[in-house]
């Protein structure tokens, strides 16, 4: 008589034996996505597999569901790597998934995608969240490696362009696992210190792996929610990133990011100079006007004669002086505020005045600006330079 199994006990013995396949553990396998259930209680995936013979079921375990970079969707051709095994319960198989990449098409590039969509259907792009960039920032804010590139570029240029603009430097990760919670970190942390008048955040040019960290929804949300205007420095002049469209402004580089967020102060003092040269000769248009009118009303005093219409224009005479007087005392008073004005935006862009709040400026033998202790030794002669005046060193 033969032996009466049961169910489980089947589907048990079919377990082992396709358990223990090695042809069938950490196989590759590429077909279409269908009936797609994403579990958000558990995080696992449930989804089948088919081409267009056969179909197969699959499950993705949160685990390495976690890993993706990307939303499978129905319709989606994948290639899979995993190990074929027997559900006991329904007496199964199925194949349990390890890794998923999207066919054709980068994974990197689906996940951009995506979120770019996903972000651009909540309003995080739109022009009307974007923020001016202040026109005289006091303070610019810098969030960027402080080992890479980037950061020596944009403090080249707004040495150049804006001495007296103070720059706060934070330094973070800008590639790795990492990057994008310190880059989210960093807005946050100026936001809530009120430490700058505007903010870049970037880094040198790579590939899309390289850039990946400001591709982050966690940085894109961080950049959106900031109170304090953002310039995104990301070094690839064709290709976006995810912040280039949340940021308020793009920027090719971070040299042209330096370039937008801190004026030229010599521009600044060619525009003080005509705005001065335009008041002095406003002055003097209307001192020539008013004494011509004067000349003039002396001429018609001198030419009637009586000594009633001398005495009747004289009155007049002085009423009309009078009323110059006062006309140019104001206007002399108004362009002397005004000139004041412009004198002490002036001053306020002038590199003295950075030296007048305690800062110095140190020069070698060369007179060369001497920017790294490390480049000087002992005994080396050095010119130190104040606000007031300068003096001679030796390095001990």
Known sequence: MSTVLKVSQINTYLKSIIDEDINLKNIYITGEISNFTNHYRTG?????????????????????ASRLRFEPENGMKVLIRGSISVFERDGTYQIY???????????LTIAFEQLKEKLSKEGLFDDAHKKELPQYPSRIGVITSPTGAA????LT???????????????????????????AGAIRKFNELGGADVLIVGRGGGSIEDLWAFNEEIVARAIY?????????????????????????????????????????????????KTLDGMIDAIEKKIYRYRMNLMAAQKIISDRGPHRMIEFYGTCLEACETKINSELKRKVDFYENALMHYTSKLEA?????????????????????????????????????????SVDCTVN
């Open 44 to 64: 696992h995936l449930y989804f089948t597999l088919k081409d267009e013979k056969s179909a197969i079921k699959a499950v993705m375990f949160r685990t390495s």
């Open 97 to 107: 998934c390890d890794d998923m990449i999207p066919e054709g098409v980068g994974e």
């Open 151 to 154: 950061l020596q570029d944009i």
């Open 157 to 183: 240029v707004l040495s150049r362009r804006y001495p007296s603009g103070e720059i706060v430097f934070e330094g973070v990760q800008v590639q790795g696992d990492s990057a994008a919670p310190q880059i």
């Open 225 to 273: 929610e900031s109170e304090i205007p953002i310039v995104s420095a990301v070094g690839h002049e064709t290709d976006f990133t995810i912040a280039d469209f949340v940021s308020d402004m793009r920027a090719p580089t971070p040299s042209a990011a330096a370039e937008i967020v801190a004026p030229d102060y010599r521009e600044i003092l060619y525009a003080a100079d």
């Open 349 to 389: 862009t002038s590199p003295l005045k950075v030296l007048a709040r305690g800062y110095s400026v140190v020069f070698d033998e060369n007179m060369m600006t001497v920017r790294s202790a490390e480049t000087l030794k002992a005994n080396d002669r050095i010119k130190i330079r104040l606000s007031d005046g």
